[in-house]
C-alpha cells in the first residue's frame, strides 16, 4: 500500500490531469453533440459553444485539483485566467481549423471529427498549463 502511494503522490499531477481532462472532453463533447446534433445549431458555432464552456470548467479544476495554485489577489487570479484563457483559445483555434478540414475538408462526420480533435488538444493543453500558465513560482 505505501509503494502505491508513493507512486501516486509522484505521478499525482498527471494523474488528475488525466481525470480532469477526461472529465473536460466529456463537458467539450457533451456541450458540442447537445448543440450541434439536439439543437441544431451550426457546427463550427456549437463547437465555439462547446470550447468556452470547456476553458471555464478546465480553468476551474486545473487550478484547484491539478496544479493546485494559490493566488493571492484579484489580479493574479484575473492574470492567471487570461493566460489559460488565451492558451486554451490557441488550442481552440486548432480545434476549429481542425473541424473545418476534417468535416468540410475530409467530409468526416461531425461528432467523430470532434473526438478525434481532442486526442491533440489535450496533450497541447497540458503543455500550455504545466509551463506557461500554472508553472510553480521560484
Do not use: C, W
Not at 463537458?27 to 464552456?53: C, D, K, M, Q, R
Not at 481542425?98 to 497541447?124: A, E, I, P, R
Amino acid at each position: 500500500m505505501n509503494k502505491l502511494m508513493s507512486i501516486y503522490k509522484k505521478f499525482q499531477e498527471i494523474i488528475h490531469y488525466g481525470l480532469f481532462g477526461i472529465l473536460t472532453t466529456v463537458v467539450n463533447i457533451g456541450t458540442f453533440y447537445l448543440f450541434e446534433t439536439i439543437l441544431s445549431f451550426p457546427y463550427l458555432f456549437a463547437n465555439a459553444i462547446a470550447i468556452f464552456i470547456s476553458i471555464v470548467f478546465a480553468y476551474v479544476t486545473n487550478k484547484k485539483y491539478v496544479f493546485k495554485t494559490q493566488t493571492t489577489s484579484l489580479k493574479q487570479t484575473v492574470t492567471e485566467f487570461l493566460y489559460f484563457f488565451g492558451f486554451r483559445l490557441i488550442s481552440g483555434l486548432f480545434d476549429m481549423g481542425s473541424m473545418f478540414l476534417l468535416v468540410d475538408g475530409l467530409n468526416l462526420g461531425t461528432n467523430l471529427s470532434k473526438v478525434l480533435t481532442q486526442f491533440v488538444v489535450v496533450v497541447s493543453n497540458y503543455l500550455f498549463s504545466k509551463f506557461f500558465i500554472f508553472k510553480e513560482k521560484k
